[in-house]
């Protein structure tokens, strides 16, 4: 039996593997986009409805831990402000918290590292049909957004990156039932070592109940936003824009 999980996924890699594939013209039509934008809309309201959005995504034991997990996206920034942080060992590195908050941060890797830590060992999914899991260390992100004090606009979460592709920066966004999932976390350790570079060293976001090109690297920056049609393509995420993803990729 094919459980959700697998056929969503699934649908997922078809849909990415049709846009990225010879059928650009017809991803490009006004209607075909009208079309994906109806369905991605009617999925986001379906799974909310059968879904208990607070529900915890499966944990599992160090026993179950994959012998190697692959790198999804990016295996390293190229901008030179990147290389630069990461000769110096991220010393100089700061998470810029910014946007619809009452105190904007600018808070240091130790900064992060002295806070309350959350480890769990979960499935990462990826739209392109692989799986593996890992053990995650990091802060949860409401601690993060309850010191920056939200406001009450605030509707979503938008997580900016060092990475891009072909100059376009990467990007991704949650709304709030997300950001303050317990799950959630900013996680600047993997399999009991700091994050190395291929998977988003010093910190990535890792929101567990969705697939894989939710879960953002190289985060340098999280922004509150009452809305994200002003960001970029104005569809939450890189992906979203680019090859018409889902924005809600809810497992």
């Known amino acids: 039996m094919i459980s959700r999980r697998q056929l969503i996924g699934a649908a997922g890699a078809g849909a990415g593997g049709l846009l990225l594939s010879g059928c650009d013209k017809i991803a490009a039509s006004p209607s075909v986009q009208a079309l994906l934008e109806f369905g991605n809309a009617g999925t986001r309201l379906a799974q909310r409805a059968v879904t208990d959005r607070a529900a915890l995504a499966p944990e599992y034991s160090g026993a179950d831990m994959s012998p190697v997990f692959r790198v999804n996206g990016n295996a390293t920034p190229r901008s030179s402000d990147y290389a630069r942080l990461l000769a110096g060992r991220f010393a100089d590195w700061r998470l810029q918290v910014s946007g619809l908050v009452a105190h904007p941060l600018s808070l240091s890797l130790q900064d992060i590292g002295h806070m309350p830590a959350r480890t769990q060992i979960t499935r990462h999914d990826c739209v392109e049909g692989w799986s593996a899991i890992g053990q995650w260390t990091g802060v949860p992100l409401r601690?993060?957004?309850?010191?920056?004090?939200?406001?009450s606009r605030a509707r979503y979460i938008v997580f900016r990156c060092a990475d891009d592709f072909g100059g376009t920066p990467y990007y991704e966004s949650i709304d709030l039932i997300d950001a303050f999932h317990p799950q959630t976390i900013l996680a600047w350790a993997m399999n009991g070592r700091m994050l190395s570079v291929p998977h988003g060293a010093p910190l990535r976001l890792r929101?567990?109940?969705?697939l894989g090109y939710k879960q953002a690297k190289y985060v340098m920056g999280v922004?509150?936003?009452?809305?994200?049609a002003h960001i970029a393509g104005g569809k939450g995420g890189y992906w979203e824009d680019v090859s018409r993803y889902q924005w809600y990729a809810g497992i």
């Open 143 to 151: 601690l993060i957004l309850q010191q920056a004090g939200l406001s």
């Open 207 to 210: 929101v567990e109940r969705q």
């Open 223 to 228: 922004e509150a936003v009452e809305s994200f």
